[in-house]
């Protein structure tokens, strides 16, 4: 039975703007269970983005309650964040943020380099990655070296390297065409299915239709949470193939 790896109660975060408080969450709880597949979405200013912030322990919360894996989180600040942040979660931005003077192995290892990994150990487990995210063959290329959606894939293997609980990914196909979005989406899939606690941020419905269950924000709070029957983006992947071919 799945047990609840984000738990956040009463999540509240508030930004002071001269005289005016901005309510940017209000008073939020939501529960995401260890292995789930998650869409968050919503339009600009509606919360998400700084939910995912607060899941993510890129900031704290004005007031409110997070558990993540047992372990409250929401009065911590600074080293104690960055420490949970390195051995717990994995980050995926839309812009792949990868160094553009190191090899793909190099910017895979960087997580590792906050950690007590020997440099041997280092390059065994990024090379590992690399070879999951299909990439075994591009381990010495630069980013310029490679399309967007390899440096998508290097930027997953590096949100990975550290072994995380849970993947928070914000826009991750926001920079790609439509098919090498699909061939991210399959990724995560596959990556969800193998276990992995999967959180997509997006705005864009083709993409958060391949989650299992889609979270609404709206002026800082949650307007529905529901189930989805996620489309295959294997299949779609393969499809497209034959379409091109």
Known sequence: MSEALIQVSKLVKEYRMGDNVVHA?????????????????????????????LVGCLDAPSAGDYLLAGQNVARMVGDELAAIRNKRIGFVFQQFNLLARTSALENVELPLLYSDVGKKERRERAARRLQQVGLAARMDHHPSQLSGGQQQ?????RALVNDPVLILADEPTGALDSRTSLE????????????????????????????????????????????????????LVAQSTRQAA
């Open 184 to 235: 991210v989406m399959a990724l995560l899939q596959q990556l969800n299915g193998e276990g992995i606690t999967i959180v997509v941020v997006t705005h864009e419905h083709d993409v958060a239709n391949f989650a299992k269950r889609i979270i609404q924000f709206r002026d800082g709070k949650v307007v529905e949470d529901k189930p989805n029957t996620p489309a295959d983006a294997q299949l």
């Open 153 to 157: 894939r290097v930027a997953i293997a």
């Open 25 to 53: 969450l209000d008073g939020v709880s939501v529960s995401i269970d260890a292995g789930e597949f998650v869409a968050v979405m919503g339009p600009s200013g509606s919360g998400k983005s700084t939910f995912m912030n």
